[in-house]
Each structure stands twice: as C-alpha cells, then as structure tokens.
C-alpha cells in the first residue's frame, strides 16, 4: 500500500476525525469560519492548505493539530 503524503494524510485524519465527532462537512465549516466547499476540497485533498486553516479546522475539532498530520500506522 503505497504511502500517503501529508496533504493526503492531513485530508484523511481531518476527515475521520469530524465523522468521529458526528459533523457535516458543512457543521465544520461553520465551526471554524471557512466555506463548506473549501472543507470538502481539503478532505479530499485538493487544497494545499495553510497552517492557519489546519489550526482553525483542529481547534474547531477540539483536537491537537499534531492528530491531524500524524500518521496512525506506527
């Protein structure tokens, strides 16, 4: 399987962690002040997203950043 890159890996750890906490791609968005499109674009990894948004999506998430850009396989 071949490894993700940190764009990928960032889209798929934010994504699961709003599915954990039962929110709409939409809900996150209004949580942290960013358009419901952009979120979308982000989780699928699309977008090269600044440290700014990475932080405002983790705080919104209640989560550490360091979660969101971590790999889970270890």
């Known amino acids: 399987m071949p490894q ?3 764009r990928q ?3 798929a750890n ?3 962690q709003r599915l954990a906490k ?3 791609q939409e809900d996150l ?3 942290c002040g960013l ?4 979120v979308g674009s982000v989780e699928r990894g699309e977008r090269n997203i600044s440290i700014d948004n990475m932080e405002r999506l983790s705080q919104s998430l209640d989560v ?3 979660k969101l850009i971590k790999s889970q396989k270890s």
């Not at 358009?35 to 952009?38: A, G, I, K, L």
């Open 4 to 6: 993700l890159n940190a």
């Open 22 to 24: 039962g929110l709409s």
């Open 14 to 16: 934010l994504k699961e």
């Open 35 to 38: 358009h419901r499109t952009y």
């Open 64 to 66: 550490p950043l360091e």
């Open 9 to 11: 890996l960032f889209a």
């Open 29 to 31: 968005a209004d949580l």
